[in-house]
């Protein structure tokens, strides 16, 4: 696996690729990498002949209090594990690289990022957004893979290639779980062994949503409900939000329908998590249970 740190060096490697006309897939992550980044390099591998994963803590997406400053930082780890997993090439660049002085230019996503995560973080998918353009432009991929973990980052970006005619396909990819049923995130690491105890109840929720929703309409006040009831048993759980919602716009659902998305934001003890679940539709009661999503 070839690492670059500068932009530059990056591009000679792409041009080299594309000479050779092979397609590459592009893996962003802010490194910390676990079982869920290693199954979109993956899901990469299996689709594209050259895999390059990006390992960025990217500042701008982060607020004031957020935990940008101890997010964790495991480079070497990541290296050797993006190598295991298949990538061909690393890209992990400081934030002078990605913001050298006079960067002045964003992009601003619409609507669908002024619901859940938006008002709770100003700016955060306008930091993301720039991140993840700035990166497509840098690496030019013909695939990029996001976690369906981060549902509303997903569909922000989405959005964005449609919106902005980036040549780029976005791949949505299934969330990889603990065997509890936790989500797997970087931001697992700072739970203590009570509270790692406690993050189940987001799964446990999701799980009394998706059970609440069988049939053949999703009624998003009673999935609501089966949400609250749960996470109001787990004392160390205070919610931020549990929504039940609409999967392509995002906006809350009023009334029944046949898919939806549950979405939530929970904090356990100092730990801000987030999951969700899809509710409804054949794909998830074929398969008995609920998909992992
Ligand atoms: P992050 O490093 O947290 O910014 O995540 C990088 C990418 O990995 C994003 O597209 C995430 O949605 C995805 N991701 C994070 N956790 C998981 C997970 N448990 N399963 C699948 N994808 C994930």
Redesign the pocket.
Known sequence: MRVYAAIADLRVDRSRIRMEGRAVGL??????L?E??L??IRQAKRDCDVVAVSVFVNPTQFGPHDDYLRYPRTLERDIALADNAGADVLFAPEPAEMYPDGFQTTVQPGPIADVLEGPLRPGHFAGAATIVAKMLNIVQPERA??????YQ??RVVERMVRDLDTPTQIVG?????EPDGL????RNAYLCAEERRAATVLYLSLEAAWRSAEGSLVDPDAARGAMRRVLSAEPLAAVQYAEVANPETLQPLTAPAPRAIALLAVFIGRTRLIDNMELGGLASMELGGPTCH
């Open positions: 893996v962003p992550t802010m490194g910390a676990h869920g980044h199954s979109l893979y996001f976690g369906r973990k981060d980052q997903l990819c299934p969330t990889v779980r989500a797997m995130s970087s």
